[in-house]
């Protein structure tokens, strides 16, 4: 049965209604901690179990991470330890759950998540999964975080490869810098081979059999044994000469010592390959000083675009997918078929190929 209050009294809450439609529910706290040093508090749900944000993600690794597939799981746990480690940047640590996953702080976790959409919105479906199971604890109350969480449209666009002239440039500012040859021999080897970072970066010498131009690389893709990969004979002779300027000798190259069984690619003299992260810093920094790439194409542009470039340039040259696919070594060769697109530029072209051609076929007859 609703509550009856005199006329005085719903007067003033209309006018108060008024009000707070005028300078809202912040406004009002403003004023009234200022003019009467009262604060509203806001309405706590009873059914909610305080717990404070480690303890929290702690219990969602426990009882839900662990029980998902092992891929799923790697996953999830990566990003919930990234989670935990910004939470540590931003001295949330002993904070409540209820004050750390937030909108607030979700959107200032995500902005300084780099990465193509389809990246973050698996980071943001990871959150939404967390904040699901929270909800149904009873650790979080229902709380509106569509708008932070909302999926970023993913357009499907062609892999970013570079241009022959920006190769050309790409290799000639590495080879300025400093361990410049140690670089320009990585990203041509790359560029040359198709192979991704973690595979070029763990390459071993002792790998290599050169007779038959022949590579066996290691990366989070394939199986312990790896993959072959093949060399051109530019790229072979680019090993070779790589070998010999940083110290080694022609026996060295094909025996199976100790000294053979080190990383090609080391800041360690072969103990250690190369950060990841470092290849990654001296490719950025060569393409941002980059003049054959327009500045709104440089963002979206990683070692992997060399990966890319060879894909794109293979086919260009008359090669098939099918190739390409063993040559990238996708298991699935679905996944090549994205390199068959073709730029409206490249339509245009084969278009013009083909009027050309008649032409010429009137010409002759």
């Given at each position: ?165 920006s190769v050309e440039e790409l290799l000639t500012i590495v080879r300025a810098t400093r361990y410049g040859l140690r670089y320009f021999t990585l990203f041509l080897y790359m560029v040359g081979t198709g192979t991704r970072i973690e595979e070029a970066t763990t390459l071993k010498w002792a790998k290599i059999r050169w007779d038959e131009s022949e590579m066996t690389v290691h990366g989070k893709h394939h199986r312990v044994d790896g993959r072959k990969v093949y060399g051109s004979t530019e790229i072979m002779d680019l090993l070779r000469n790589y070998r010999r300027l940083v110290g080694g000798s022609d026996a060295d190259l094909y025996s199976l010592n100790s000294s053979s069984n080190k990383y ?102």
């Amino acid at each position: 049965m609703p509550i009856l209050l005199k006329q005085e009294t719903q007067d003033s809450y209309n006018m108060l209604d008024r009000v707070i439609a005028q300078i809202g529910i912040e406004g009002l706290q403003i004023y009234l901690a200022s003019k009467y040093d009262v604060i509203l508090q806001p309405r706590i749900d009873d059914d909610i179990e305080e717990i404070t944000v480690l303890d929290a993600l702690e219990l969602f690794e426990t009882e839900d991470l662990n029980l998902r597939p092992p891929t799923t799981k790697k996953t999830y746990v990566s990003e919930l330890n990234q989670f935990r480690k910004f939470l540590e940047r931003q001295k949330l640590n002993d904070d409540l759950l209820a004050d750390c996953l937030t909108g607030k702080v979700l959107k200032e976790y995500l902005k300084h998540k780099s990465g193509s959409a389809t990246t973050q919105n698996k980071k943001k479906a990871f959150f939404r999964i967390m904040h699901s199971f929270f909800v149904e604890q009873h650790l979080l109350s229902e709380s509106d975080l569509s708008e932070v969480l909302k999926f970023a449209k993913v357009y499907d666009s062609l892999p970013r490869a570079l241009s022959k002239e920006s190769v050309e440039e790409l290799l000639t500012i590495v080879r300025a810098t400093r361990y410049g040859l140690r670089y320009f021999t990585l990203f041509l080897y790359m560029v040359g081979t198709g192979t991704r970072i973690e595979e070029a970066t763990t390459l071993k010498w002792a790998k290599i059999r050169w007779d038959e131009s022949e590579m066996t690389v290691h990366g989070k893709h394939h199986r312990v044994d790896g993959r072959k990969v093949y060399g051109s004979t530019e790229i072979m002779d680019l090993l070779r000469n790589y070998r010999r300027l940083v110290g080694g000798s022609d026996a060295d190259l094909y025996s199976l010592n100790s000294s053979s069984n080190k990383y090609v690619f080391s800041a360690s003299k072969g103990t250690n390959p190369l950060s990841i992260r470092t290849v990654q810093e001296v490719f950025r920094n060569c393409v941002n000083s980059m003049t054959t790439v327009s500045e709104s194409l440089k963002p979206s542009l990683t070692p992997h675009s060399l990966r890319h470039t060879f894909a794109v340039n293979y086919l260009r040259a008359g090669g098939d997918l099918y190739t390409l696919s063993k040559l990238l070594g996708h298991a699935n060769p679905k996944t090549t078929a994205i390199y068959a697109k073709l730029t409206p530029e490249e339509l245009k072209n084969a278009a013009d190929e083909v009027v050309q051609y008649l032409l010429r076929g009137e010409n002759n007859a």
